[in-house]
């Protein structure tokens, strides 16, 4: 059996060669302007090139209808929720009903939008899904989401401007998946919405663009108080290479500076105490009240990140791929798996690898209550390849990664807490110190489409998702032997330290299985 997969393996690879080499001999297609790639793209200028007043105005309706059965064997991550509708990461095994598979029918990431075009000088795009990234339950809990809305201004044949919301222009490159609402956010695509001015300009072979945006708090589901007043928009700048009609090189770079506000301050009154002191100072002074301001002060954070992409297209056959590294990247997209982590050096000293020190020593230790920010930094990257052998059949595969860099910044979890869970109880499973934070996101897939008419797909798709999760330092090595012990006294005590495997630091793998059908009905 296994002489004969080989032997059908072998003869797929010299067909697809073969293809490829034909290929290249018949007039080179475009590189597609889809992000989604859900479905052969269309050109965007079609309405346009039927323009004859350049006043006049004319419309374009887009969008698909997709349905799909989505089945996992665990549990599983969306967006911080325990939905299937765009699975972003694997998720611990912290209640017993989480390690039984579920299942649903999702057609909610379905899309409607329109295009209104002025001429060849403006155009302005519309679009909607009805991913309620805000519920648990997306069967009848749905309601319209702005997927897209902007408008575009070209002054010239090299000039043009953008204003709106639309597709993030940092990372612009995305994989190759029939899961709209989420692609591979969490395991390698850092891309997504955001609120943006920019412009493009375009020389020869390259596009320059830049742009400035929201710090992108509209894409989580948990709001992000902590930067609601930040200031600085995001800045970002990109540079595309386009050498030939098929093949393109960009790489594009973002920052900001987040400002953090301290969870102490009440942000209605303009960050006065939350928590007024009742206390009377017997001694009060001046040096004091300055202390006490300055506690209640905002800190300032550097975020942002850099990318390199590329989309190949030869013949039948197309690939992508895209590699970033950042700091903070969640605050600024919802593609990342770690936002900057808030604690106290009590907390950072419980979970540190000396967190079993009592007496004192260890009793003011954990007692310091000074807050600390933390910056995790990422690495990310995916790669996906789809190639089409006929008109009606087609497949691809697609992996991604993301991985935190410095995962001792990571807030871990005692895995004392998972006694707390209970399958007839639900638990925010969010909570780090249930689960710990995300260190390490991995997807990898296969996928296969058949299209019967030009504008009917169905397909199917496999994910495996594999995550792993930080653990407190403390539990791991010789330190995880030992309860307690008071460097004074010299006396302490040892501990059972528990499987290693029923930590939060433990693999959680989940396997996917989406079958489905889109309808796509662009004018």
Avoid: C
């Amino acid at each position: 059996m296994k002489s004969l997969f080989y032997i059908l393996f072998l003869g797929w690879i010299i067909t697809m060669q073969s293809s490829i080499i034909a290929e290249t001999k018949e007039k080179e297609e475009t590189v597609s302007k889809d992000p989604t790639s859900l479905y052969p793209a269309k050109t965007l200028d079609t309405s346009q090139s039927q323009q004859t007043t350049p006043g006049e105005l004319s419309y374009r309706l887009t969008g698909m209808l997709k349905t799909d059965f989505a089945y996992a064997n665990h549990s599983l991550l969306s967006f911080g929720f325990d939905n299937l509708v765009g699975p972003t990461v694997a998720k611990r095994q912290v209640q017993a009903r989480d390690s039984e598979p579920r299942s649903g029918i999702y057609p909610t990431s379905s899309l409607l939008g329109t295009e209104i075009s002025y001429g060849t000088k403006a155009k302005a795009i519309f679009e909607a899904d009805f991913v309620d990234l805000t519920k648990s339950s997306v069967g009848a809990e749905t309601k319209p989401r702005v997927r897209q809305m902007y408008f575009q201004y070209n002054p010239s044949s090299h000039l043009q401007l953008f204003l709106g919301r639309t597709w993030d222009m940092f990372a612009g490159v995305f994989p190759q998946s029939y899961n709209a609402s989420a692609f591979m956010s969490a395991s390698g695509n850092i891309g997504w919405q955001r609120e943006q001015i920019g412009l493009w300009y375009k020389l020869g072979e390259f596009k320059f663009g830049s742009a400035i945006g929201t710090t992108g708090f509209h894409n989580d589901p948990n709001v992000k108080t902590n930067i609601e007043r930040n200031t600085m928009p995001t800045i970002t700048v990109r540079l595309d290479w386009i050498p030939s009609t098929n093949l393109l090189f960009t790489t594009s770079a973002i920052g900001t500076k987040l400002k953090v506000s301290d969870p102490r301050t009440d942000s209605a009154r303009d960050g006065l105490p939350l928590y007024p002191d009742q206390t009377i100072d017997p001694n009060p002074s001046l040096a004091k009240t300055i202390t006490s301001q300055n506690a209640n002060q905002r800190t300032t954070l550097d975020s942002g990140g850099v990318s390199f992409g590329f989309v190949w297209k030869q013949g039948k056959f197309e690939s992508r791929g895209e590699i970033t590294y950042g700091k903070n990247i969640t605050s600024i997209t919802s593609g990342g798996i770690a936002p900057f982590q808030t604690t106290t050096y009590g907390e950072t000293f419980s979970d540190s690898s000396l967190g079993f020190l009592s007496g004192g020593i260890g009793s003011d230790a954990k007692t310091n209550n000074k807050r600390k920010f933390e910056s995790p930094k990422e690495v990310s990257g995916f790669l996906s390849l789809n190639y089409e052998i006929t008109k009606q059949f087609g497949f691809g595969i697609h992996a991604g990664i993301s991985k935190i860099t410095n995962p001792e910044v990571l807030v871990g979890a005692d895995f004392n807490s998972l006694s707390t869970s209970r399958s007839d109880q639900f638990q925010w499973t969010s909570n780090p110190k249930i689960m710990g934070s995300i260190r390490e996101n991995l997807n990898y897939g296969f996928r296969m489409n058949y299209d019967p008419e030009e504008r009917i797909r169905f397909f199917i798709q496999t994910d495996v998702f594999r995550t792993y999760y930080k653990d407190v330092d403390r539990y791991s090595g010789v330190s995880a032997h030992i309860g307690s012990y008071d460097p004074i006294t010299q006396i302490g005590e040892l501990r059972d330290p528990g499987n290693e495997f029923s930590r939060s630091s433990a693999v959680s793998e989940s396997l996917m299985i989406r079958l489905g059908g889109l309808f796509r009905f662009d004018t």
